[in-house]
């Protein structure tokens, strides 16, 4: 497994087919790692939690507040 970066900013697209504004997350690095083996990542309130493969694939798993996203999240290195 490569070394990832620690921080990450996620865009969350909107339910598909709509024109809304797309919100942005940035996330950082968390102890453990999540189902699929890879590093866990959260925003500061932890109301967002990941985890982020090798090529930037992110993996959902708490989203707080928000709904989960009917596309694949777009997750660029911050670090």
Same mark, same amino acid.
């Given at each position: 497994?490569?070394?990832?970066?620690?921080?990450?900013?996620?865009?969350?697209? =909107?339910?598909?087919?709509?024109?809304?504004?797309?919100? &942005? *997350?940035? +996330? /950082?690095?968390?102890? !453990?790692?999540?189902? #699929? =083996?890879?590093?866990?990542?959260?925003?500061?309130?932890? &109301? *967002?939690? +990941? /985890?982020?493969?090798? !090529?930037?694939?992110? #993996?959902?798993?708490?989203?707080?507040?928000?709904?989960?996203?009917?596309?694949?999240?777009?997750?660029?290195?911050?670090?």
């Amino acid at each position: 497994m490569a070394t990832l970066p620690t921080r990450w900013k996620l865009t969350f697209p =909107g339910p598909a087919g709509s024109h809304w504004k797309k919100e &942005t *997350v940035a +996330v /950082e690095q968390q102890a !453990g790692s999540g189902p #699929h =083996g890879y590093p866990l990542y959260a925003d500061t309130d932890r &109301t *967002v939690r +990941v /985890e982020i493969e090798d !090529g930037g694939l992110v #993996h959902v798993l708490d989203c707080v507040g928000r709904p989960l996203p009917d596309t694949p999240l777009h997750a660029h290195p911050l670090d």
